[in-house]
């Protein structure tokens, strides 16, 4: 990689400077963003102040322009979850949003945008490293000579657009490298141990794809280029390191991904449990095509895992993605169903085991990962064997039965390299070093949280039986609150957070938005007031059953309980025949499958939501 290391961040008067912290290293341009013209360049060494407020920051991650400012975005602190031999992977654990104008004007709107953005920050887990593209797979990164943005796998590289402008100048003056570090939105983790008397590291990669991200009910199934919602590449990394001075280091890449059911599917919130599951009448024959070509082209073969329910709500979704394989009719697309919720019903969570002989069967080996030699100085001495097909596991959100088959499948790929690696001489299996299981699990653990927090916005669930390998009362009780959490979020709050996805990665860009606002609300104000008067009448309902006048049974008691009573089932009826008017939902980029009716018998221009045509409800029979 190309990326200097830590910075030098400085204000003056002339606007935001910055340079390489590098006292190594010879520093001779310093980056330059004009507060008066908002011009970015590179200057001379003699314009960085030599005193005055001097901040060391770990990396500019970019940026970005709203309605009426411009900010820059950067990295202030990180900490080290890892190394992958001499190369360290770090998470950003604090940053800054720092406006190009110090006194800029800041309206309503403008304050919104940078809400979103903070929001988005707080949440987001990103990761980087000075000297290793963490965009790219291990296999990738080892056909690639010259490392740098340039080469960082745009589907995985998050700040991308925060990067724009740094990538302009960088096309015309090389120098501008320096300053574009590359980040990853997912997990990271890598751990020295030992086993079997064998110094080794375990590590784990999550990168998520900047292409239709979002949330679990606003961003579903695929796009018209192929996208397809929640997709992420997950690597398991394996470095044996010798015992004998100066031995090489064998180094194990095992690539699996996951992402939504590759079809035109949604499901509508309404604020009833179960949202409302509906299916775009396109065929979606031309996008799963481009889909798979991609994946095709990236990974090999493809192993589909699908891991819906064959009955019930799931059932449609099931069958579109069936009919959508047969219709490619691709020999290099494997499909395998497994019911999931059925072979492990009543926990039994270890018959998920099961799939393995399902995927051996279709042709998939423990042995197709990426494999080389190291030398002790990290070069690469020989490249034993690339990995030619990829296992793409989905379930309804691709998160909680997902993690779990990845996990299993992570732990036989591990026994295997093992047994490569002459660390297991015996036939024995590596479950049996206690720590090491427990170091495996918490990491698959930590990973599945981590992609389910992106997603859902809360911790995954069924992840004690990927910490400890059993499911547990308490566990389920866990999911209990954890699914009560989804319910509340995905429902009342996934609109502002799907807003904040589209404001960092480039999906809206306020300065380019219409006069209006799209922060004010539309929606007739009965249907705004109606939440305020639920609430009340809950309120004076438990006060009359509380705090009596009196004693409960007095008339005048009787009469405010009976009111509020009654006010409450109105108003619940009001909610649950309109649900979808109270749902939150997403302001600045349409979802596609709801449509926006501005009323025509008001001068107030009040909209109200309706599904969109384009989406029907399911039918046993529909054909993708």
Not at 376 to 392: C, D, F, I, L
Not at 610 to 620: G, M
Request: charged content about 20%; aromatic content about 12%.
């Amino acid at each position: 990689m190309t990326a200097a290391g830590p910075l030098l961040y400085a204000r003056t008067s002339e606007g935001l400077l910055f340079k390489s912290a590098s006292v190594i290293e010879k520093v001779d341009s310093v980056l330059s963003y004009s507060s008066h013209d908002q011009n970015l360049k590179l200057v001379g060494l003699e314009e960085f102040p030599v005193e005055g407020k001097i901040t060391k920051i770990a990396a500019l991650l970019g940026f970005i322009r709203l309605k009426l400012n411009r900010y820059a975005i950067l990295a202030n602190k990180v900490e080290e979850v890892g190394r992958l031999e001499d190369d360290i992977l770090y998470k950003v654990v604090e940053h800054s949003i720092v406006p190009l104008v110090e006194s800029g004007r800041v309206d309503s709107d403008e304050s919104e945008y940078l809400k979103l953005l903070e929001f988005q920050l707080n949440t987001s887990t990103l990761f980087f490293s000075y000297t290793y593209d963490m965009t790219n797979s291990m296999q990738r990164n080892e056909k690639i000579e010259n490392p740098s943005w340039r080469t960082a796998d745009k589907r995985f590289f998050w700040n991308h657009f925060l990067t724009e402008e740094l990538q302009t100048l960088a096309s015309e003056d090389k120098r501008v490298d320096q300053f574009i570090q590359p980040v990853i939105y997912g997990y990271a983790k890598a751990t020295i141990t030992v086993f079997n008397y064998f110094p080794i590291t375990l590590g784990l990669i999550t990168r998520r794809s900047i292409y239709r991200a979002g949330t679990r009910y606003f961003r579903r199934g695929i796009d018209e280029n192929g996208n397809v919602s929640n997709f992420n590449e997950t690597e398991q990394i394996l470095i044996v390191q010798p015992t004998a001075c100066n031995a090489p280091f064998e180094v194990f890449s095992f690539l699996q991904t996951r992402g939504s059911v590759p079809v035109y599917w949604a499901e509508i919130n309404n604020l009833k449990y179960k949202p409302d599951l509906r299916l775009g009448d396109n065929g979606s024959y031309e996008s799963t095509k481009l889909h798979f070509k991609e994946q095709e082209e990236l990974y090999g073969d493809n192993y589909l895992v699908n891991l819906v329910n064959q009955k019930g709500h799931e059932l449609p979704v099931k069958q579109s993605y069936e009919n959508a394989v047969d219709a490619l009719n691709d020999p290099k697309l494997h499909y395998i169903y497994f019911d999931f919720h059925h072979e492990c019903s009543k926990m039994r969570w270890h018959r998920v085991k099961l799939l393995i002989d399902e995927l051996a069967k279709e042709g998939l080996t423990n042995t197709d990962v990426f494999h080389k030699i190291d030398k002790a100085t990290g070069a690469t001495s020989q490249v034993k064997n690339e990995q030619h097909s990829v296992v793409r596991t989905n379930c309804m959100d691709c998160l909680d039965r997902t993690n779990v088959v990845q996990s299993v499948l992570a732990n036989w790929v591990l026994q295997e390299a093992f047994v490569q690696s002459d660390v297991i001489l015996d036939g024995s299996s590596w479950e049996t070093d206690k720590s090491l299981l427990k170091l495996f699990q918490n990491m698959w653990a930590d990973n599945a949280d981590a992609v389910s927090v992106a997603y859902s916005g809360t911790g995954a669930l069924k992840t004690d039986f990927t910490r400890t390998g059993q499911r547990t009362k308490l566990g389920a009780w866990n999911d209990f609150v954890n699914s009560v959490s989804r319910y509340y979020q995905n429902n009342l709050t996934d609109g502002s957070r799907q807003d904040s996805y589209d404001l960092i990665l480039g999906g809206f860009k306020p300065y380019k938005s219409s006069i209006q606002s799209p922060f004010h609300d539309n929606r007739p104000l009965y249907i705004q007031f109606i939440p305020t008067v639920l609430i009340a009448a809950l309120t004076v309902l438990f006060a009359t059953i509380l705090f009596p006048k009196v004693h409960f049974t007095s008339s005048k008691n009787l009469t405010f309980f009976l009111s509020s009573l009654l006010t409450l089932v109105a108003t619940g009826l009001l909610l649950s025949k309109n649900g979808l008017q109270f749902v939150n939902w997403p302001r600045l980029v349409t979802v596609g499958f709801l449509n926006t009716k501005s009323s025509d018998k008001t001068q107030t221009n009040d909209s109200t939501y309706s599904i969109s045509s384009k989406y029907s409800k399911p039918h046993s029979n529909k054909k993708d």
